[in-house]
């Protein structure tokens, strides 16, 4: 199932940092549908064209209600921001857990 995102999502969708983001949940354990991204264009002062717009992204745990924002665009690595967080347990304990994978040994002795 596909992470709910709402807002200015083509150009992170263009980039493939949804799809970066929804992977990065998969290899950490956590259900796609607890999460909705909350996008926002940024206005930075200048000109600017459509494909280096920054954008802000709010990410919510809906089953916790904690949120954090990033900054997103070519040169803001938004989903690796994310992934620290994930890692440092700020939106909690992972959903799903892995089965350990058997060793040769323990399958063995099974």
């Not at 900054?71 to 890692?87: I, M, N, T």
Request: glycine share 8%; net charge positive; with cysteine.
């Amino acid at each position: 199932m596909a992470v709910h995102a709402e807002g200015y999502c083509w150009v992170m969708e263009q980039l493939g940092e949804k799809q970066d983001f929804e992977s990065e949940l998969s290899r950490r354990g956590f259900r796609h549908e607890h999460f909705t991204l909350r996008v926002r264009r940024a206005r930075p002062a200048g000109s600017v064209d459509e494909w280096t717009a920054s954008y802000v992204v709010c990410v919510i745990d809906l089953r916790t209600s904690r949120s954090n924002v990033y900054w997103g665009g070519p040169r803001w690595r938004w989903v690796e921001q994310f992934s620290a967080d994930l890692a440092a347990g700020f939106f909690g304990e992972p959903t799903i857990f892995r089965a350990v994978p058997l060793t040769w040994r323990s399958r063995a002795s099974a």
